[in-house]
Structure formats: structure tokens, C-alpha cells
């Protein structure tokens, strides 16, 4: 028997205005908590605006602030226990990747009582149902509005780390490009990146489908028309539109197919290299898909064919035009160092499963080589 998941969050809405829709959404009565990150969310007045709407629901709304770029285990704790303390009914992920992975972690793990650190070593089982949580993300590229996974870092293992279960997808996901207008360009380099490099792994994994790369397909389309007008002028609605709408099919498309080697190597680099996980997977792009190559011939010329232009071309020039160096040296001087200790921390369980290529710790030692 053949079957195919498609798993996807209840209700989307996605445009210009729509943190607005807080206020009118079938969110249950709180005490509700906002989970979000440093001080953008606050410069940019999303925060601000996101408790009023929801304060004119009648609603007690606390906020958790503060989560941390690559959150760690600690932080989702600390804030699964504050979900707790206030007894709250509902959890509003505001921000990038880590704001919302923090908020989904927390919304899945407040109701068992368990610290995250538990359910990570399979000591207890996400086995409740979560808190209603709705994601609203701030960056375009994260695709964790889409997700089933909260990734953490496990500081003191030093690992990148998924927490899984079909019941953390969000309820509701709220995409407003204005949200991502304020953000400076490297932030819009890494993230938008991050949204290729989950099109392109999808588009070539082995869980893809029709339905999967048809999403990959227009996601990459909208990337290379858009990413460098976004970094280049952070003020073009038109490119942050399209690249928020990208991030979101992107997301659609490898919370269903699966990823590659970009994710599986890139995620245990990040952790040890301390370089944040857009970055390293621009990085990292174009030496697996040349890896790849040989493995996927036909799927690369299918996709040239529905994009007009050679993948890995695409992406070395987009680097270039971003100023995203060629290895991960040249953001992380003592990387080639790390390399043993990225290797024994390498998981084959994960997003490496769909590479095109099967991975060993041979394979993955050689292609560590070339991007280190
Ligand atoms: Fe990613």
C-alpha cells in the first residue's frame, strides 16, 4: 500500500494587514501568551499590535519575550513552564524560525507537564492535545508556520534537535508581508535562502510527489525573481510579498516531502559553528546540489525546464550577489577544525534520509570536506 500524507495547518491566511485578523479569528477566550523573540517584533510594533487585538477580544494577554536566534531545549522549557504558570489556553508564535519554534515546542509540551527535555528522550510521549497555537511569522524563510517540527538546540549535547508530532502544526498561520518589511538585509539574505534551500531539497527529496514539487516549482520561481530586490531594497512590497508567499509554498512543500544533505549536515555546522541556519545552508546549497547531481540529472533538467534556469548557477550567482561566501571558512575560522565533532553529531534519521544520494559517514565526511 501506497500512501501518500499531505499534512498541512487549518486555516492560512495570507496579505498585506492580516495581524488584524487577531482580533475576529475563532481563537478560544484566553489567558493567552505571545511567544516571541529580541526587540524586532517590538521595533516594528507587531508586538504591540498583536496583544491590542487580542486585549480587545477581552483577553488576558501575557508575553514571553526574549527567545533566543537558534532557541535552545532550556529557553522552549522555560517557556512550556510559563504557559503553565498562567494557565494559558492559547500560544501566538510572533517572529522568525526561533520565535515560532519556541511557541510550538511550549504549546505541544505545557499540557503533559513534562519538560521538553523528556519528550526529546522519549521518556514521555506528546500524547495531549497541544494548546491552540497560531503562528505569525516576521521573516520569510522559516516555514515553520507550516511545520510539524519545533527545532531546538540541545546546548548541552551541542545537537540541533527536532521535536515531531503531527498535532504541533499550527491551527492558524497569519502571513503579513508588512511583518517582514523591517527586516535588514542580511536577515533577508539568510532567511530567504533558507526558504530556496527548503524548495530545492523538497523538489529533489525522495518523499517528493506531484503536489510537493509543484509547490518547490513556484516557490524557486518567485525566490530568484525576488530575493535580490528584497536585499538590495527592503522598502519593495512587491519582492517581500513574493518572498513571504514563497517561504509559506516552501514550507507546504517539505513539511510534506521531506529535505536533503543540505539540512541533515547543515543543521549539526550550525549548532558547532554558532553561524545562523539560513547562512549556513546558502552556504551549503550549491556543494550538495553539485554532490547530488549525478543521483538527479533528470529531476535538474525537469526543473530547469519549468524555471528557465540552471539551479546550481542560479544559486552561485545569488551568493555572490549577497556577498554569502563559498564555505563555511569564510564565516567561521576554525570550522575545518570542527570537522570530527560535526561528524559525530551528524543524524541519519532526519532530513538526510531523502537525500537523493544515500548518506554514510563516508559520503558525508567527503562532502564535509569540500564545505568546510
Ligand atoms: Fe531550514
Known amino acids: 500500500m501506497s500512501v501518500v500524507n499531505f499534512l498541512f495547518p487549518s486555516v492560512v491566511r495570507f496579505g498585506e494587514g492580516c495581524l488584524s485578523l487577531l482580533e475576529k479569528e475563532n481563537i478560544p477566550k484566553g489567558p493567552g501568551v505571545i511567544i516571541t523573540g529580541g526587540k524586532s517584533a517590538k521595533k516594528s510594533k507587531a508586538l504591540g499590535r498583536a496583544v491590542s487585538y487580542l486585549e480587545k477580544r477581552g483577553d488576558k494577554v501575557y508575553v514571553f519575550d526574549g527567545v533566543e536566534p537558534e532557541v535552545s531545549v532550556e529557553t522552549a522549557d522555560k517557556a512550556s513552564e510559563y504557559c503553565r504558570k498562567i494557565k494559558a489556553v492559547y500560544v501566538i508564535g510572533l517572529g522568525g524560525g526561533s520565535a515560532l519554534d519556541c511557541a510550538k515546542a511550549a504549546a505541544g509540551c505545557a499540557p503533559g507537564g513534562c519538560g521538553v527535555t523528556q519528550y526529546l528522550e522519549d521518556k514521555a510521549k506528546l500524547n495531549k492535545p497541544p494548546l491552540y497555537f497560531a503562528a505569525v511569522p516576521?521573516?520569510?524563510g522559516t516555514g515553520s508556520e507550516c511545520t510539524?517540527?519545533?527545532?531546538?538546540?540541545?546546548?548541552?549535547?551541542k545537537v540541533k534537535i527536532s521535536l515531531?508530532?503531527?498535532?504541533?502544526?499550527?491551527r492558524l498561520v497569519l502571513a503579513d508581508p508588512e511583518l517582514t518589511y523591517s527586516m535588514p538585509p542580511d536577515i533577508t539574505s539568510w532567511t530567504g535562502m533558507d526558504a530556496l534551500t527548503h524548495a530545492v531539497e523538497s523538489y529533489f527529496s525522495s518523499g517528493a510527489n506531484e503536489?510537493?514539487?509543484?509547490?518547490?516549482?513556484?516557490?524557486?520561481?518567485?525566490i530568484q525573481e525576488n530575493i535580490v530586490k528584497a536585499y538590495k531594497n527592503g522598502g519593495d512590497k512587491t519582492a517581500r510579498r513574493s518572498m513571504l508567499l514563497a517561504s509559506v509554498n516552501a514550507g507546504f512543500a517539505f513539511a510534506n516531502a521531506g529535505l536533503g544533505a543540505v539540512h541533515g549536515l547543515g543543521h549539526p555546522v550550525g549548532a558547532i559553528c554558532k553561524i545562523p541556519h539560513g547562512l549556513v545552508n546558502a552556504i551549503m546549497l550549491p556543494h550538495v546540489l553539485k554532490y547530488n547531481k549525478k543521483a538527479c540529472l533528470k529531476e535538474m533538467k525537469a526543473l530547469e525546464k519549468e524555471t528557465g534556469n540552471d539551479i546550481i548557477d542560479?544559486?552561485?550567482?545569488?551568493?555572490k550577489q549577497m556577498k554569502i561566501p563559498g564555505k563555511i571558512s569564510g564565516v567561521c575560522g576554525n570550522a575545518k577544525a570542527m570537522a570530527g565533532l560535526i561528524l559525530s553529531t551528524t543524524a541519519y534519521s532526519g532530513s538526510m534520509q531523502y537525500n537523493p544520494v544515500k548518506m554514510d559517514a563516508g559520503k558525508t565526511e567527503?562532502?564535509?570536506k569540500r564545505v568546510l
Open 138 to 140: 516576521t521573516t520569510a
Open 366 to 368: 567527503k562532502l564535509l
Open 211 to 222: 503536489t510537493t514539487k509543484a509547490l518547490s516549482v513556484c516557490a524557486i520561481k518567485l
Open 164 to 170: 515531531r508530532g503531527d498535532s504541533l502544526v499550527p
Open 314 to 319: 542560479t544559486v552561485l550567482k545569488m551568493n
Open 148 to 157: 510539524k517540527n519545533a527545532v531546538l538546540t540541545w546546548t548541552a549535547r
